[in-house]
């Protein structure tokens, strides 16, 4: 493999890594390489990534490297994060937050353990909506986010604090997740989570 490939499998697991990012010893464990010469190459990408323009850039936070927009762009993503066209939550955004709901605070990797599935694009959805937010670091590997809810979260199911949430035998039993989560939402009077519904409530 050549530094080019090597360069692009690094680029490909930062975005499978997600916000928890990955330190060079890690890259370097998966491409058998040096975690020196990792971080060369890490350095020449993120030159690449300024150099042709990218919309993407590496940044290094906590000694971890993470995939990340870029800070001129923030004024766009936040007007397709507020677009009429996607203020509904999805199915997979509703299940992602009874979780962190019910289990915060948590990590991206316990989240996806229980959906069995990829929860980035509902994570970043929660926290662009003000329904999530970050609350901490594990005590792990990397340091993961740990997510927890908002005080836009309580202001819209009138909660004054997480005690309040109806009981439930959520996560008992993962297979019947997407029935309970359903079950969540119906006992909160029916109401359907969209952005202009919690911009009103504040």
């Not at 959906?115 to 970050?134: P, W």
């Amino acid at each position: 493999m050549d530094f080019q490939q090597m360069k692009s499998v690094i680029e490909g697991l930062l975005f499978v890594a997600g916000d928890e990012g990955l330190d060079a010893k890690q890259l370097a464990e998966v491409l058998e390489q040096n975690a020196d010469f990792i971080k060369e190459l890490v350095l020449d990408l993120q030159a690449d990534f300024k150099r042709s323009g990218r919309g993407l850039q590496i940044v290094e936070l906590a000694g971890a490297y993470q995939l990340t927009t870029l800070p001129d762009h923030a004024p766009y993503l936040e007007r397709l994060a507020y677009s009429p066209s996607r203020s509904s939550l999805s199915q997979a955004a509703l299940e992602t937050l009874a979780i962190v709901a019910y289990k915060q605070p948590i990590t991206r990797v316990e989240i996806e353990e229980i959906r069995g599935v990829k929860a980035d694009r509902a994570l970043q959805t929660l926290v662009a909506k003000d329904l999530i937010q970050e609350v901490d670091r594990a005590d792990a590997p990397g340091r993961p986010i740990l997510y927890g809810t908002t005080k836009a979260f309580l202001d819209y199911f009138a909660l004054s604090s997480i005690d309040e949430l109806p009981e439930t035998s959520l996560f008992q039993n993962d297979d019947n997740l997407e029935e309970e989560t359903r079950l969540l939402f119906d006992k909160l009077d029916e109401k359907q989570i969209t952005f202009e519904d919690v911009s009103q409530s504040e």
